[in-house]
């Protein structure tokens, strides 16, 4: 059983237009949903992160929207550049000091 | 601050084969968790180690084991190497206690068993 949802799968935004991923997770005891980047051969990097008291978080070009009765949250790129193509991850995290549950990614790409 | 870092980079066995993959933990972080990412694939979490101790354990078979030392770093040591456990490994570090959301990730090991 999949607990955290991610789609789509790929995406092709042209620069300067918004990428939107989105995630669905089953468990409505997580209370921590962060999004990494993954560049090809490194490791994911924290990007941005959200708990579900709060409806929507930006940093920056990137806006983490939150829908708690939905279960879903979805993360916005703004004035998508071809720098912002990588692989993004989902996640989520129960209370405490607990591991991750990850997505399966969405491969972004970014084309001029 | 040093950031997470693991060694070694690359990596290849032949099956039945044992393997140990190495990590040290970014600076004042107590937790070290370990992942498996298949190509394509989100990472799968392994098992945690908080203060020295498992923290918990995700749906891997024993011949999947670790260690943390007492400066926080950490060992995977993988027995009986099979041909799907060629993967990304990848280790994370946390502050652990009241601060335990963020985890950062190393570069990870790119294991491949022939």
């Known amino acids: 059983q999949q607990q955290v949802k991610q789609s789509p799968q790929s995406l092709i935004v042209q620069k300067g237009g918004i990428s939107i991923i989105n995630c669905a997770y089953e468990?409505?005891?997580?209370?921590?949903f962060p999004w990494y980047q993954q560049f090809p051969g490194k490791g994911p990097a924290l990007l941005i992160a959200?708990?579900?008291?709060?409806s929507e978080k930006k940093e920056g070009r990137f806006t983490i929207s939150f829908n708690k009765s939905a279960k879903q949250f979805s993360l916005h790129i703004m004035d998508s550049q071809p720098g912002d193509s990588a692989t993004y991850f989902c996640?989520?995290?129960?209370?405490?000091?607990?591991?991750?549950?990850f997505g399966k990614g969405t491969r972004l790409s970014v084309i001029a | 601050e040093t950031g997470v870092t693991q060694s070694p980079t690359h990596l290849i066995k032949t099956r039945g084969q044992q393997v140990t993959l190495r990590c040290s933990s970014q600076?004042?972080?107590?937790?070290v968790s370990w992942y498996q990412q298949a190509l394509g694939q989100g990472p799968q979490f392994i098992f945690q180690?908080?203060?020295?101790?498992?923290?918990g354990r995700g749906n891997f078979p024993p011949r999947f084991s670790g260690l943390q030392f007492p400066n926080y770093s950490s060992e995977l040591n993988v027995n009986a190497l099979e041909l799907d456990d060629s993967a990304l490994y990848l280790c994370?570090?946390?502050?652990?206690?009241?601060?335990?959301?963020?985890?950062?990730f190393g570069p990870g090991t790119r294991l491949t068993v022939l």
């Open positions: 994370a570090s946390s502050p652990g206690g009241a601060v335990a959301d963020t985890q950062y």
């Open positions: 468990n409505t005891a997580f209370d921590y």
């Open positions: 959200i708990r579900p008291d709060v």
């Open positions: 996640a989520a995290r129960f209370p405490g000091n607990t591991p991750l549950v």
């Open positions: 600076s004042g972080h107590n937790t």
């Open positions: 180690y908080y203060r020295e101790e498992e923290n």
